[in-house]
């Protein structure tokens, strides 16, 4: 069931999709002080190991030191070269390629080639930033802000629920992909927060929306979620539940037939069925562009056996490559919602079964227009700009060590 009795009307301008000035306040005042995936541990999992990350045009290393992750800025402290290029690999020491600065995992140098070159060195002040990571189950979160909610907080209830379906050995990484996203970075998470476009969108996949008696929408906070009845219509929903049923049976595995999506403000997504979990996270690139990035989880049989394992890494290939036929297919309105989004005077409507869609631009709206000065409360649209530019420039001065 929904919530809301009415149709609603949407917190976001169409300028806030589009302009260099909205993206600006999206970056420094919605997403900043988030935490941001940004791979699995499970494929850093021996010393050495690395991947790499641009969070808000900040480079990241995430390292495996000796069974602990650390993540630092990827730009050597000397003459500023990126220390890793590629995203995932490898190295017996995080060496810049350039002179061979080698960094530990407190982010000082621990070696520096002809180092008399260099009298006095101040080993403190030339130092990698470090910034904070965590992990829920096997998926791996940096934060940027020096100060914050820990990952537990800013997950709330849905930390065990996260972490249980990403978690080995019941679910193991099936597929990752990343998709290219011709669109501001609300588009793609708002279109994966209402099943009304499906008939349109999803004809031959999803095929019908669950409506209104089949769905139920639950909101916090920090996140909103979204069930559905295992009876539900929709053509892919009743092939997969045979399939998933047959295949549970051979790994052992009881089935409830539950669908379940979470989305946790502001752009990290999550679904599960009885088999398989997905991740979603919308990394914004540029007023109108956006990459998708998505892991998919399989479940993996509770007794050991060849036909077992061969079952459930087969369904998982299959579901992954489902899921991403999904994901290609809203990702052809997006160039369309965009143009239109440039051309248009004012909001469109959001129709009851929008309402998780408008919880989510209730969050951005509320980031946007109140901060730690307070500057937003009961200012007018010009001085909200300069609160929010002002902000902005604390938060990068905080993230490049407080020096301008």
Not at 37 to 62: M, N, R, W
Not at 102 to 130: C, M, S, V, W
Not at 198 to 204: L, N
Not at 308 to 317: D, I, L, N, Y
């Amino acid at each position: 069931m929904y919530d809301s009795p009415t149709s609603l009307k949407p917190l976001l301008k169409p300028d806030d999709y589009c302009s260099s000035a909205a993206f600006e306040r999206d970056c420094c005042l919605v997403l900043y002080d988030s935490w941001h995936l940004v791979g699995v541990a499970s494929s850093i999992a021996k010393s050495g190991d690395f991947l790499t990350a641009d969070i808000l045009g900040t480079p990241v290393v995430v390292r495996n030191f000796d069974g602990t992750l650390v993540a630092l800025r990827n730009v050597c402290a000397h003459r500023l070269c990126r220390l890793a290029s590629v995203d995932q690999g490898h190295s017996d020491q995080l060496k810049c390629p350039y002179h061979g600065w080698e960094y530990g995992p407190d982010g000082r140098t621990r070696k520096i080639p002809a180092a008399t070159n260099f009298p006095h060195f101040d080993r403190e002040q030339y130092r990698l930033d470090q910034f904070a990571v965590d992990q829920c189950g096997d998926l791996v979160f940096v934060r940027l802000s020096k100060q914050g909610r820990t990952l537990r907080e800013w997950m709330g209830d849905l930390f065990e629920v996260v972490r249980d379906r990403f978690s080995l050995p019941q679910f193991r990484l099936a597929a990752a992909r990343k998709l290219d996203y011709p669109a501001n970075w609300k588009i793609p998470v708002e279109a994966s927060l209402e099943s009304y476009h499906i008939p349109q969108v999803h004809p031959t996949t999803f095929a019908e929306d669950p409506g209104e008696s089949r769905s139920r929408h639950i909101f916090r906070s920090q996140s909103s979620s979204f069930h559905a009845d295992p009876m539900t219509p929709r053509m892919i929903d009743r092939l997969l539940r045979v399939w998933e049923r047959t295949l549970l049976g051979i790994l052992g595995i009881s089935s409830d037939g539950l669908y379940e999506h979470h989305h946790i403000y502001p752009n990290l997504l999550v679904s599960f069925t009885d088999s398989l979990s997905l991740a979603r996270f919308v990394k914004p690139t540029g007023p109108t562009s956006a990459v998708g990035y998505v892991w998919h989880f399989g479940r993996q049989p509770e007794r050991a056996g060849l036909l077992r394992g061969a079952v459930a890494s087969a369904w998982g290939h299959l579901t992954g490559r489902l899921s991403v036929r999904v994901l290609k297919e809203d990702v052809l309105m997006y160039p369309r919602i965009q143009s239109g989004m440039s051309s248009a005077e004012r909001p469109g409507i959001l129709g009851r079964c929008e309402e998780r869609l408008h919880s989510f631009q209730q969050y951005v709206y509320r980031c946007l227009n109140s901060c730690d000065l307070d500057t937003f409360a009961g200012t007018d649209s010009d001085a909200t700009t300069v609160g929010a530019d002002a902000t902005c420039q604390e938060k990068h001065l905080a993230a490049d060590g407080g020096e301008q």
